[in-house]
């Protein structure tokens, strides 16, 4: 069974802090994303990486950057974290670049809470 | 600006009821369309899912129906039980190179019993 990792459950953060979340899948996916979950919006995707040291932006990449230094991590860094940054933040990965046969593994999320 | 527009926001159905969630599309270029499943405190998982050369999808009790020239799609779950109680993001995907799945806003659906 493929196991998305996130290192924290609940991060609480003051306003201005650098932020970073981590997430490690063990199952050599190629894909891996960040999404944010906000009630009445669903998860919105912040960026994703389909390689090593590859990244693009999702819909919503302002405030957010990123990291995959390694193919089974992909961190996601705010660099100065403010109050509308709280959220759920939740990692997948997929193993391949065609939908059809990659489902998307989420990880459990890490709650963030900016004050 | 919503790509997949999902409705309702939230369900309540008893037990044995078949609830319905609908969803409809804008961009043609979607050509797959999965369902995804998530319980409280976890992530989503896929449930189903659905390529637009097909009508209708069985898989146990959920049924997804396909009705490509209204773009539209439904998630249906017959019998109804307490432990369906999740939310439910419908999404879809177009392959152009890699894959970006775009995701419904989610049903909370609770079944009483």
């Known amino acids: 069974d493929v196991k998305v990792t996130q290192s924290s459950r609940y991060l609480v953060k003051r306003t201005g802090e650098k932020v970073f979340l981590e997430c490690v899948q063990d199952?050599?996916?190629?894909?891996m994303f960040w999404y944010r979950q906000d009630p009445g919006l669903g998860l919105r995707l912040i960026y994703f990486s389909y390689d090593v040291k590859m990244k693009e932006k999702g819909d919503i990449p302002e405030g957010y950057s990123v990291s995959r230094e390694k193919k089974e991590r992909f961190s996601l860094i705010l660099e100065s974290a403010s109050t509308n940054q709280t959220s759920m933040y939740l990692c997948a990965s997929s193993l391949s670049m065609s939908s059809y046969n990659s489902p998307l593994h989420f990880g459990n999320g890490t709650r963030l809470t900016v004050t | 600006q919503q790509q997949v527009k999902q409705s309702p926001q939230s369900l309540i159905v008893q037990k044995g009821g078949i609830p319905i969630i609908n969803c409809a599309y804008e961009?043609?270029?979607?050509?797959?369309f999965p369902w995804y499943q998530q319980f409280p405190g976890k992530g989503p998982a896929l449930l189903i899912a659905?390529?637009?050369?097909?009508s209708e999808k069985k898989e146990g009790r959920f049924t997804i129906s396909f009705n490509k020239s209204a773009k539209q799609f439904s998630l249906h779950i017959m019998d109804s039980q307490p432990g369906d109680s999740a939310t439910y993001f419908c999404a879809a995907s177009a392959f152009s190179g890699y894959q970006k799945v775009t995701f419904g806003i989610g049903t909370k659906l609770q079944v009483i019993p």
């Open positions: 659905i390529r637009p050369d097909v």
């Open positions: 961009n043609t270029a979607f050509d797959y």
């Open positions: 199952m050599d996916h190629e894909n």
